[in-house]
C-alpha cells in the first residue's frame, strides 16, 4: 500500500512538472479549466492573439489534457489491443440472428435437441485456447439452439418479447459493468435507481417509502418476509430466532412457491407458513384468513405477516387485497402483496383496479421483467416504511460505506441489501420507459390484457375447447380434447385421457418448433394448458395462431 501512494505521487508530481516547463497555455482558462491544469499560471497574450486563441481553447485544453494523459500513459503498461473485430462481428450476429431472426413470427420459437445430441452439436469442454472464428462458431450454435424467448410465440413462462431500447440497456449496461453500492462507483446508476424507483412508488401510492432492485420476486418476496421480522422483532437481527416468539405467517394456497422457500430459509419452519384458502377462480378467501389467524392464535403461535397475490403464479388470480388489509389492520400484521407477475397492470388506467387496496400494504414485490416486458432480471420489493431496508440489512463495512465521504453519502445504497456487489437492473428499465412514456406502458399492458381476454374468447367459441376459468390477468387455461374423446361419458379414464393431452401436443409443438406453450396439473384439474401473454409485440392474429396450432397438433390423438 505504501509504495503505491509513493508510485502515485512520483507520477503526479513529474507530471506537473512537465506542464510546467511546456508553458502551453495561451488565454486565461477558466476556474474549472485551471483546476484541469493544475494551477498553472497563464501567459499574457494581445487582444488579436486572445481572440484567435478563444477559438481554439477548448480544442487546446482537450489537446492539454490528452497530452497530460499520453505522458501518464508513458507510464503505464501498454494496453493490449482490443479485439473490435471479433466485437462487431458477435454484435451483427446478436442483432441480425439474436433479436431480429428471433421476433420473426416465420422463424422457429426453438430447435430441439436432447441433452446427449446437443453436447454432440456445441463443443461445451474447455481447456486450450480457442481461435476467435471458433469461438465465433460457437455463438452462432449458442443462438441456434437457444429458445428465442423473443419470438411472438414464446407463451411458456411470465416473461417474453425483447424491447430493442432495453436491449440497448442490457448492452451499456454489460459495458459499463457497475456494481450498484456506493455512489462513488456507479453515480449514473444511484440517480437512476432513485427515480425509477419514486415514479414506481407513485404507481404503488405509497405515499413515501423505499426499495430495493433484487435479482428476481422470489427473493423480493424474502426482503418482505425478513423486514416484516424485523419491523415486528428488531432484536432477531442480534439475538436470532432464539430471541422472538414462534412467529407465522399466511399466504394463500395459490401463491409463488418462493413464499414456502423464504420462510424454510428464514429459518421460520414450513409449520409456520398456514395456507389459506381460495375461492374457484383461485382468489384467496378472506373469511378463511381470519379463521387461520384466530386458530394460530389459539395454538400459541404468533401470527406476523400475510402474503396476498396480485396475479397468481398459475391462473393468474387477484387476491382482494382491501379485505385482507382491514384483517391485517385488525391484527396488526404485515402485509406484502406479491405482483411479481402482476404488478405490471398498475401502469394502466383500466386494469390497475385489480391491485385496489395495495397503497395500504407494507410492501411489494414488483418485477418489471414479467408484463413489462423488461429482459430478465428486474425485480424490486417496495416497502411504505423508509429506512427500513437499512435498518434491517445494514452491516456497515467500513471499506465500503465511510460515513466522511466528500459527498451525499445517502446515495450509497448498497447497504439496504443483502447482497455486497449487485448488478444494475435500472438502465434496462430506465431507457424503455423513457421511449415509450407512461402511455407506451399504458397501451401495451391494455393490449396484453385485450389479447388474453380474446383468446379466452376463441377458446370458449371454437370446437373441442374448454375454459377453466375466465382470466383475470393474461394468463389463459384451457383444455384441448381431441375428436375422438368429444361428447363421451367423463369418467377417471376419460380425465386420464385429457391428462395426456397437454405433454403429447408441448412435445410436438417443441420438435416442429412452432411455438411455446406450458402445461400443468393443478389441484383437482388434470393437465391443462397454460398459455401466457407476456410479450408487449403480442396481437390477436397471434391468439389465432395458438387454437389452429394446437388443433393442428392435436387433432390425431
Ligand atoms: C406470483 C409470483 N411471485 C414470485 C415469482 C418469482 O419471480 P422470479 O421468477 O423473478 O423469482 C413468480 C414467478 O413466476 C410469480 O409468478
Known sequence: MASCITESHKVHSSAHKRIHE???????????????????????????????????????????????????EKKAPKQEKVKHEFLDKLYEMMLRDGFMKARDRNEKVLEFSHPEDLKKKIDFELGSKTSDEKILSLCQDVIKYSVKVAHPRFFNQLYGGLDEY??????????????????????????????????????????????????????????????????QYPEVKKKGLRGIPEICAFTSEK??????????????????????KTDAIGKMIPEDLEKK????????????????????????????????????????????????WGGGALMSKKYRHLLKGVERADSMTWNPHKLMGVPQQCSLIFTRHKGLLEQCHSANAAYLFQQDKFYDVSYDTGDKSIQ???????????????????????????????????????????????????????????????????????????????????PKVKEAMMKAGSMMVGYQPDGQFVNFFRMIVSNLDIVKSDMEFVVDEIIRLGKDL
Request: hydrophobic residues 35%; charged residues 25%; contains cysteine.
Open 22 to 72: 511546456r508553458n502551453d497555455f495561451e488565454v486565461e482558462p477558466t476556474e474549472k479549466q485551471r483546476i484541469t491544469m493544475f494551477s498553472e499560471k497563464p501567459v499574457r497574450k494581445s487582444n488579436k492573439e486572445n481572440s484567435l486563441c478563444n477559438n481554439i481553447m477548448t480544442l487546446k485544453t482537450k489537446e492539454t489534457q490528452s497530452d497530460n494523459h499520453k505522458k501518464h
Open 293 to 340: 389467524i384466530l386458530e394460530a392464535k389459539e395454538q400459541g403461535m404468533t401470527p406476523y405477516f400475510v402474503n396476498a397475490t396480485a396475479g397468481t403464479t398459475v391462473f393468474g388470480a387477484f387476491d382482494p387485497i382491501d379485505e385482507i388489509a382491514d384483517i391485517c389492520k385488525k391484527y396488526g400484521l404485515w402485509l406484502h402483496v406479491d405482483g411479481a
Open 255 to 276: 401463491c409463488h412457491y418462493s413464499i414456502a422457500k423464504g420462510v424454510a430459509f428464514m429459518g421460520m419452519g414450513l409449520d409456520n407458513l398456514i395456507s389459506v
Open 166 to 231: 432495453s436491449l440497448g440497456g442490457c448492452w451499456l449496461t454489460e459495458t459499463m459493468n457497475a456494481s450498484l453500492y456506493t455512489y462513488e462507483v456507479s453515480p449514473v446508476f444511484a440517480l437512476m435507481e432513485r427515480v425509477v424507483i419514486d415514479k414506481m412508488l407513485g404507481k404503488i401510492g405509497f405515499q413515501d417509502g423505499d426499495a430495493m432492485f433484487c435479482p428476481g420476486g422470489s427473493i423480493s418476496n424474502m426482503y418482505a418476509l425478513n423486514i416484516a421480522r424485523y419491523f
Open 420 to 502: 455486497c456487489g449487485r448488478k444494475n437492473d435500472v438502465l434496462k428499465l430506465w431507457i424503455m420507459w423513457k421511449n415509450k412514456g407512461d402511455e407506451g406502458f399504458e397501451r401495451d399492458i391494455d393490449n396484453q390484457f385485450e389479447c388474453a381476454e380474446y383468446l379466452a374468447e376463441l377458446v370458449k367459441q371454437r370446437e373441442g375447447f374448454e375454459l377453466l376459468l375466465e382470466p383475470e390477468c393474461t394468463n389463459v387455461c384451457f383444455y384441448y380434447i381431441p375428436e375422438r374423446l368429444r361428447g363421451k361419458e367423463r369418467t377417471d379414464e376419460w380425465w386420464s385421457e385429457i391428462s395426456k393431452v397437454g
